[in-house]
């Protein structure tokens, strides 16, 4: 099943996965018409870093690798981080490279014709930018971290849904189904 996948996380400097919090991890199953189940936010402030990446890793190696397929955009940070916090939690990785994913970063420097400017908030509703969340964090405002993930969960799943109608209608143009010998004689 795909879910959507995104994170947030709290620095004061260049983000750096071996030091920096994981402040909320937040997934939604997913069809290619868009969000298929709630948002799911685990956060940080209503518990502790170790205790969200603990659930997150339970709920994902639960689901078996085609029953977790994160699709989300630049999709290497959440790798990276999460990669991070369950070896320092549960010293455990999870290769996520080797596992199915979608990120639509590719798709959109594709569609951008570089990365320059390939940004979700430049192809999609997405208003606001990430780099706000660190100051709402250290001001406790965490409803305002909350809008921000719900927000940015619609957009993808908006951008999402798009996408998957574009692909589906270009599809009859390239696709050739494999003929096996013996087979359309």
Not at 9 to 31: H, V
Not at 103 to 112: A, E, G, S, Y
Not at 122 to 128: D, G, L, V
Request: aromatic letters at 16%; glycine letters at 8%.
């Amino acid at each position: 099943m795909l879910y959507y996948l995104d994170i947030e996380t709290y620095s004061q400097r260049a983000p750096d996965p071996a030091k920096d919090k994981i402040i909320s991890i937040q997934f939604q199953p997913l069809c290619w018409e868009g969000a298929a189940g709630r948002l799911i936010i685990l956060k940080e402030w209503e518990s502790n870093e170790r205790e969200i990446v603990k659930k997150f890793y339970r709920f994902l190696t639960s689901k078996g690798v085609w029953g977790f397929v994160p699709v989300g955009f630049s999709l290497t940070y959440e790798f990276a981080f999460l990669n991070a916090k369950f070896e320092k939690y549960l010293k455990s990785r999870i290769d996520f490279f080797g596992r199915p994913h979608i990120d639509l970063k590719h798709i959109i420097v594709m569609m951008n014709g570089g990365f320059k400017g390939a940004k979700l908030s430049h192809f999609s509703t997405k208003r606001a930018n990430g780099n706000i969340i660190p100051l709402y964090y250290k001001k406790r405002e965490y409803r305002k971290i909350e809008e921000y993930v719900k927000e940015e969960a619609r957009a993808f799943s908006s951008l999402f849904s798009a996408l998957g109608k574009m692909l589906k209608s270009i599809k009859p143009r390239f696709y050739r189904p494999l003929i096996r010998s013996g087979e359309g004689n």
